[in-house]
């Protein structure tokens, strides 16, 4: 700080003499009046006045690259952060390869169970090149990573069919009560009706949920689509009938309890009688990891040609998908991420999935 002492006849002399010298941003400290000389009676009266300003500091700029490497470092932490709460197994493997710490950390984050997250980075790491500089190290272990969540999961446009046949494909959708089945068979309908030209009929073989028919039937008048009842094997076989001249033939079934057997064994009789059909296992992934697993564990009692995930939308947790397909050994046909219809479906490739899983879709 600069400090200097301003004398003036007066105080606003004073001032102004200050704000030229020192700057509008001075501050006064001390002011006082100075008494008059005994031996001069006629001298002027005078004020004494201190100022100060503070000195501008010559700030250096941080260099980029410096700014860079802080924030790197402070990200490393944060990850080994995340991860300093799961098993050893995990802990010796960050060890033996430091450079993965952020990758795993973005995977456990992402989802991926703890066991399958190892796996991926242990099999993606024997093909790094360990003389290699730590940059090329994390950017190669990226790429392997990749190319391993690639590898695993598995993709199937299982509804691109017309009946050449002349018969119609029939496809059921079973899974738990509440994951969306009904809005996602609303929403492939159009898909296949608008956009595919196909014709598609609907049957619902709810009559437990209140409503349940209403509302497939609600969506099908919208999009002026045939959409019948059948509650035995005797409705299911005369709406088939009727749908005969049909390419695509959704069924919606009811929801059950992953726990209740009984229920899930009526659908199946039902549905697995005398008729041709396929059956696609629905799964929300805002369920639990250890639900959605016993969930596809009761339901693999049909089984499931293709697995569908649904409100993707609703979590930033994605990354169970690449657990389920693990355990599954099941393609993805068909992703929900939000109830709009037909918006809100994807039909996803390999890499679009991959994106979706690690939470970049």
Known sequence: MNRKVFKARNIQQAIADIKQELGPDAMILNTRKIPKKPLDPYAEEMFEVEAAVDLPQDKKPVPDHLIKSIKEDIVDIKDMISIAGFGNGMQDMVCNHFESVGILASLLRAGVSEVLASAVIQKASLFMDENAEQGCKIKSLKNYVMRQCLSQVMVKDFFNRDNSSGVPHVAAFVGPTGVGKTTTIAKLAAVLSF???????????????????????????????????????QDLSCAL????SMD??????????????PKIDEILQLIKADFRISAHLVLSVTSESIIMKDAASAFSVFNPDTVVFTKIDETKRCGKILDQINDLRLPVSLIANGQRVPEDLIIPDKRELVKIILGKG
Not at 200 to 212: C, K, Q
Not at 241 to 244: G, I, N, S
């Open 195 to 233: 956009q595919r030209k196909m014709k598609v009929g609907l049957i619902s073989i709810d009559n437990y949920r209140v409503g349940a028919f209403e509302q497939l039937k609600a969506y099908a008048s919208i999009m002026g689509l045939l959409c019948v009842p059948a509650f035995s094997s």
């Open 241 to 244: 009938d009727r749908m005969k």
């Open 248 to 261: 695509m033939v959704l069924i919606d079934t009811a929801g059950h309890s992953h726990f209740d057997k």
